[in-house]
T-cell receptor, first 116, second 112 residues
Framework: GAGVSQSPRYKVAKRGQDVALRCDPI?????LFWYQQALGQGPEFLTY????????KSGLPSDRFFAERPEGSVSTLKIQRTQQEDSAVYLC??????????????FGPGTRLLVL | GENVGLHLPTLSVQEGDNSIINCAYS??????FIWYKQESGKGPQFIID?????DKRQGQRVTVLLNKTVKHLSLQIAATQPGDSAVYFC???????????FGGGTRLMVKP
């Protein structure tokens, strides 16, 4: 079946530009996560949604980062006034239930963001 | 993502040999662990998981061992194939939240 999809796959932005990254989770999955992966490192947690509710945004690095999931399905991660240190791969993951700490998270292919 | 593994520890094995990838985790409260495989340009792919009430779990060609006493996790791959070449991450859920915390990753290279 269809997995997690993300778009765009690659994004080049000029410093100061706003970007929006989209995630389509596996159909029916309640929980959705965003992670940031720097070059040569493991993914790091950004934020977590259960349906449309953003239950944890403790990993967002600054107030320039904003995520939403208004209808409990598709999610968008927005980065305002991008900086060079925002360059990374942004990964979206979903899991089926409301207790994701005991469930597998399935990852999308990621969006590679390069800020010049 | 792309170019994952540029500065990661590397394990090089001969095709057909067994591979063992190790991971130390930090939080003794963690109760769920997952191994992921990540190929260049792709997202992490689930391999196998284990809960803290177990010390061993087997899948197809893979085995995960959990030693809670020393907070150590390992992934064993039997009869390693060229398609197994990738970066492998262990991830833990520390029960304080719902997110996964990832280890630093190991790059596996399989020589034909």
């Amino acid at each position: 079946g269809a997995g997690v999809s993300q778009s765009p796959r690659y994004k080049v932005a000029k410093r100061g530009q706003d970007v929006a990254l989209r995630c389509d989770p596996i159909s029916g999955h309640v929980s959705l996560f965003w992670y940031q992966q720097a070059l040569g490192q493991g993914p790091e947690f950004l934020t977590y949604f259960q349906n449309e509710a953003q239950l944890d945004k403790s990993g967002l690095p600054s107030d320039r980062f904003f995520a939403e999931r208004p209808e409990g399905s598709v999610s968008t991660l927005k980065i305002q006034r991008t900086q060079q240190e925002d360059s990374a791969v942004y990964l979206c993951a979903s899991s089926p239930g409301t207790v994701p700490r005991q469930e597998t998270q399935y990852f999308g292919p990621g969006t590679r963001l390069l800020v010049l | 993502g792309e170019n994952v593994g540029l500065h990661l520890p590397t394990l090089s094995v001969q095709e057909g040999d067994n591979s063992i990838i190790n991971c130390a985790y930090s939080n003794s409260a963690s109760d769920y662990f997952i191994w992921y495989k990540q190929e260049s340009g792709k997202g992490p792919q689930f391999i196998i998981d284990i809960r803290s009430n177990m010390d061993k779990r087997q899948g197809q060609r893979v085995t995960v061992l959990l030693n809670k006493t020393v907070k150590h996790l390992s992934l064993q791959i039997a009869a390693t194939q060229p398609g197994d070449s990738a970066v492998y991450f262990c991830a833990e859920n520390n029960n304080a939240g719902n997110m996964l915390t990832f280890g630093g990753g190991t790059r596996l290279m399989v020589k034909p």
